[in-house]
């Protein structure tokens, strides 16, 4: 039996984190999920999908290495602030990953190379930063699928 695609933009960003309730997530259960905290799979979950060589991401650049192995130790969820952070990048991630039609080497160049509307910087050291730097990169995007020189 194959598995059905994802029916929402929650659950399609749901089934990238590699939740297991991606199916049946909606908006209001995304926003209560990310504010539990989400599990540390989901940060292997969205390198696996952005870079699955590990060529241009790594784990450590998106959870600081001590806060990963404690919160691994304890089995503890990611906290509020990195489950935020790693739903920002997996919106990012999976907005690129569509947009080049599941070409992860091409997404995944495009998210590393410096890019003039960004300050010179690349999409994924600006999506990283902060939210407001995910949003910026997802506007990016948008400008780019509408057909608006980027």
């Known amino acids: ?15 990238f984190m ?7 997530m909606d908006d209001m ?3 209560e999920r990310v504010a539990a905290g989400l599990p540390i799979s989901t940060a292997h979950a ?26 691994k130790e304890q089995r503890k969820p990611l906290t509020k602030h ?8 997996s919106k990012v991630f999976s907005e ?11 997404a995944s160049l495009f998210l590393s190379r410096k890019h003039p509307l960004l300050g010179g910087r690349s999409p994924l050291d600006v999506a990283r930063e902060s939210t407001a730097g995910a949003d910026l990169v997802l506007k990016l995007l948008a400008r ?3 057909g608006i020189a980027v």
């Open 1 to 15: 039996m194959t598995q059905a695609a994802p029916r929402s933009e929650a659950s399609r960003i749901a089934h």
């Open 18 to 24: 590699g939740l297991r309730e991606w199916a049946r």
């Open 29 to 31: 259960r995304l926003v």
């Open 46 to 71: 969205i390198i696996r999908h952005i870079d699955p060589l590990g060529q241009r991401l790594q784990l450590h650049d998106i959870i600081p290495r001590a806060s990963y192995y404690r919160r």
């Open 82 to 89: 990195q489950s935020e952070s790693i739903f920002a990048l």
């Open 96 to 106: 690129t990953l569509r947009q080049y039609h599941d070409d992860k080497e091409s």
């Open 144 to 146: 780019a699928e509408a």
